[in-house]
């Protein structure tokens, strides 16, 4: 009998020899990762020209699974290195996939600043409220009164807005979806690509072994229901109203949608008036003699 091959359109999109995912069942960065790759589908994008960097934590395999060049980097590096790769091959596309943890934590210096200079890259945040890959522990985007294993009477530290925060810091494009969101993540992750300056997509997702289990919210489909049901569309709205609370509306959609020079764009003006000067004075110098 014939052997039958079964495919599937995106299949081109995934390194299929390190599948299957380290990713627990129920988790939403599966569908953090359908989602990306259906957006580079449907841009018609050309893997040759992207390079994805992800820091450490479960969403940090990412790099590893898409079929692209990538870097898995060091704690709260994935931005530093995605500035590197922007500034030595500025005709690539980069984008950032990381954790909360990883990127407003560890990494938060390097987050606000490469948004003030407007770095051309894409950041994606995968936001689960907790460190995921050590235990579950209190992160910067724990909700007040969220139990952890670091919080076992209740978070007393105010969380990050993520979205306020990548408003504030400059980001040309900013949006909050959660993995329930599907279609319109896919859209946004497909602006966030084709945007030049530093656009930041926040993606709240589940992580039912640890952040659920701690906060009794049900198995990984009640968790779903959750985000669904607590979730608001608005689009540009105000970010500094957009905070997390446990109990409380989701706002999401998109809050920044504008363009402004990027740090590329400056440093490629500047090298070129540099590069006159020396010419010029070059020329001078060779008539004088
Ligand atoms: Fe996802 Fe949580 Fe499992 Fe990590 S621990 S893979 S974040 S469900």
Redesign the pocket.
Known sequence: MAEVSISHPLDDYLRKGVLPH???A????GVILNCFIRALHELEFNLNDLVVVSGI???GRISGYINADGFHTTHGRALAFATGVKLARPHLKVAVIS?DGDLFAIGGNHFIHAARRNIDVTVIC?N?F?Y??TG?QLGPTTPLSAYTPTTPYGSIEHPFNLVYLAAGSGAVYVARWTVFHVRELITSMKKALQRKGLSFIEVI????????RYNRLGSAVEILDWLKVSSVTRYHSNPAEAEITLGGKIIVGEFVDTEKVTYSEFLRKMTEEVQQRLEKEERRTLASL
Do not use: K, R
């Open positions: 380290i990713w627990c129920g988790c939403g960065y934590g479960c969403i954790g995968a689960n907790i995921g890959m579950g997702t589940p992580c039912p072994t640890l952040f659920g």
